[in-house]
T-cell receptor, first 116, second 112 residues
Framework: ETGVTQTPRHLVMGMTNKKSLKCEQH?????MYWYKQSAKKPLELMFV???????ENNSVPSRFSPECPNSSHLFLHLHTLQPEDSALYLC???????????????FGPGTRLLVL | DAKTTQPPSMDCAEGRAANLPCNHS???????VYWYRQIHSQGPQYIIH???NNETNEMASLIITEDRKSSTLILPHATLRDTAVYYC?????????????FGKGTKLSVKP
């Protein structure tokens, strides 16, 4: 257990559906992240939130919409996805984004998404 | 692109030390070396990180060469549960640019 939980663990959705992924961290961290891991590809950073403010969006299509209502919760809203969006979506958190170099990210177990 | 080079796979006998190498010849003075691992179908797990001194924790030891162009992660007594993909990452110590960029890692197989 890393202190980062994600729900659901598995999700199957059609291309016209709207669904949301949820991430919650119990570590008192201030920064949260969404990553995508497609089959046989490295992890790709999608979004970064620091103190509830989005600080990075790595050219992610608008069909992925993040939401961070507070420092403990992070959502990823999904709509009109494509089959190529099928992947493992991972949430992570860290204490902050301070330039200390000692930031460590703790990952959740991920949501395995299949888009039909 | 990842700034590190790792062998794609390695085998290790159970109970023996696993030594995982990583080359980061273009590392800058303000970049840390991080190691994470990912067991199949789980999220990555932090192992250890360092700047220039060798580091040790309850999971592993990190040996960084004096010129900082390479490092070795050591699992002193590998178990079957250590079978995973191990990622070596260099990260700028800058709050705005300190992203973890994962490469393909080394798939470590611990065998009985």
């Amino acid at each position: 257990e890393t202190g980062v939980t994600q729900t659901p663990r598995h999700l199957v959705m059609g291309m016209t559906n709207k669904k949301s992924l949820k991430c919650e961290q119990h570590l008192g961290h201030n920064a949260m992240y969404w990553y995508k891991q497609s089959a046989k590809k490295p992890l790709e950073l999608m979004f970064v939130y620091n103190f509830k403010e989005q600080t990075e969006n790595n050219s992610v299509p608008s069909r992925f919409s993040p939401e961070c209502p507070n420092s403990s919760h992070l959502f990823l809203h999904l709509h009109t996805l494509q089959p190529e969006d099928s992947a493992l979506y991972l949430c992570a958190s860290s204490q902050d984004r301070a330039p200390s170099g000692g930031e460590t990210q703790y990952f959740g177990p991920g949501t395995r998404l299949l888009v039909l | 692109d990842a700034k590190t080079t790792q062998p794609p796979s390695m085998d290790c006998a159970e109970g023996r030390a696993a030594n995982l190498p990583c080359n980061h010849s273009t590392i800058s003075g303000n970049e840390y070396v991080y190691w994470y691992r990912q067991i199949h179908s789980q999220g990555p797990q932090y192992i250890i990180h360092g700047l220039k001194n060798n580091e040790t924790n309850e999971m592993a030891s990190l040996i960084i060469t004096e010129d900082r162009k390479s490092s070795t992660l050591i699992l002193p007594h590998a178990t079957l549960r250590d079978t995973a993909v191990y990622y070596c990452i260099v990260r700028v110590a800058d709050g705005s640019q300190g992203n973890l960029i994962f490469g393909k890692g080394t798939k470590l197989s611990v065998k009985p």
